[in-house]
Structures are given as structure tokens and as C-alpha cells.
């Protein structure tokens, strides 16, 4: 039977591997300064559009106001997000960048893609693309880190080279099915 000092331990190691799974520390083959790249391009993202977004709004047009809030919400929601410290004050900060964390790479990507180019379609000027540029690179960015570590090249050879011994297996198969016939 184990003691209560023995029980009390597990779930204290099994929340710290959670928190260092949600927090990025497990191997998910991003390197440290690459998740910092993408945090950091998102944070200026945030913050041009939010810049871009309060200009857009300067004007009598309705698109350009549309876009303009459309630009100071995704400003405020990459900043939610990526840098929740920045929302200190709302209570909910950390829970919504928690669940960000959790998310994949690819999903990150289609969703800061997705809240860049809208504001784009919907109103066409150089205040909403170049406010969103970044913003949309960040979500390239995510993108690139769905993709995965560039193998090396050993097993690209081997690869290589596997491959073309099945492609010979599969023509002289053929080649003995023709030559039978």
C-alpha cells in the first residue's frame, strides 16, 4: 500500500508535465527562438493593426469603419492569445491563451490568416494591407511550423535510395509480366 506522501507526489509531477506540455515545453520540434519569433511577429501584428484599424475608422465610408473594427478586435485577440500579459486586467486572459497553446500549428496558422486577409477583402486599401501584413505573417509563420524540421540529409539519401530500389522492383516486375506474355 503507498503512503500518503507517496500519493501526494504523483499528481504534483503529472500537473508539472501538463504545464510544461501547455506552456510549450514539450518536444513538438519547434525550437525555442522559432516560438519566440512567431510570439513576437504576432504581438507586432497586434499592434499594427490595431494602429491601422483606429486610422481606418478616421472616415465617413462604412467598409473602412467595418474593416477598421474588424482590425482592432483581431488586434486584440492575437494580443489575447500571444501575450496575455498585455490583458492583465481581463479575467479570462489566461484561460483563452492557455487553449491557444493548445492548439496546432496548422490550425494557429489558418486562424491568424483568416482574421488578417478579412479586413482585406472586405475593404481593398494600403491601410488594411499593410496593417494586416504582419499579422498574416505571423500565421505563415505558424504555418512553416506545422511543416516540421527539415530532415537531414543521410536519411533523405537513404530515402532516395529505397525509393529507387522499389521503382526497379516495380519495372522489372512489369518488364517479367510483359516478357511472359
Request: aromatic share 10%.
Given at each position: 500500500m503507498p503512503s500518503p506522501g507517496a500519493a501526494s507526489a504523483?499528481?504534483?509531477?503529472?500537473?508539472?508535465a501538463a504545464a510544461g506540455s501547455v506552456q510549450g515545453g514539450g518536444d513538438d520540434g519547434m525550437t525555442w527562438w522559432y516560438r519566440w519569433l512567431c510570439r513576437f511577429a504576432a504581438?507586432?501584428?497586434?499592434?499594427?493593426?490595431?494602429?491601422?484599424?483606429?486610422?481606418?475608422?478616421?472616415?465617413?465610408?462604412?467598409?473602412?469603419?467595418?474593416?477598421?473594427v474588424w482590425m482592432v478586435l483581431s488586434a486584440?485577440?492575437?494580443?489575447?492569445?500571444?501575450?496575455?500579459?498585455?490583458?492583465?486586467?481581463?479575467?479570462?486572459?489566461?484561460?483563452?491563451?492557455?487553449r491557444a497553446?493548445?492548439?496546432r500549428y496548422w490550425q494557429k496558422a489558418m486562424f491568424y490568416c483568416g482574421?488578417?486577409?478579412?479586413?482585406?477583402?472586405?475593404r481593398f486599401s494600403f491601410?488594411?494591407?499593410?496593417?494586416?501584413?504582419?499579422?498574416?505573417?505571423?500565421?505563415?509563420?505558424?504555418?512553416?511550423?506545422?511543416?516540421?524540421?527539415?530532415?537531414?540529409?543521410v536519411s533523405y539519401?537513404?530515402?532516395?535510395?529505397?525509393?529507387l530500389a522499389d521503382e526497379e522492383k516495380l519495372t522489372g516486375s512489369i518488364t517479367n509480366e510483359t516478357a511472359m506474355q
Open positions: 504523483e499528481p504534483e509531477a503529472g500537473d508539472a504581438v507586432i501584428g497586434g499592434v499594427s493593426c490595431a494602429i491601422a484599424g483606429v486610422w481606418n475608422c478616421v472616415t465617413i465610408d462604412p467598409l473602412n469603419i467595418a474593416a477598421g486584440f485577440v492575437l494580443f489575447l492569445c500571444e501575450a496575455p500579459f498585455c490583458c492583465q486586467f481581463i479575467e479570462f486572459a489566461n484561460a483563452v491563451s492557455a497553446d493548445k492548439l482574421i488578417a486577409i478579412f479586413p482585406v477583402c472586405l491601410t488594411t494591407l499593410f496593417g494586416n501584413a504582419i499579422a498574416f505573417a505571423s500565421g505563415v509563420l505558424y504555418g512553416l511550423a506545422s511543416l516540421g524540421k527539415k530532415g537531414d540529409a539519401a537513404r530515402l532516395k535510395d529505397k525509393k
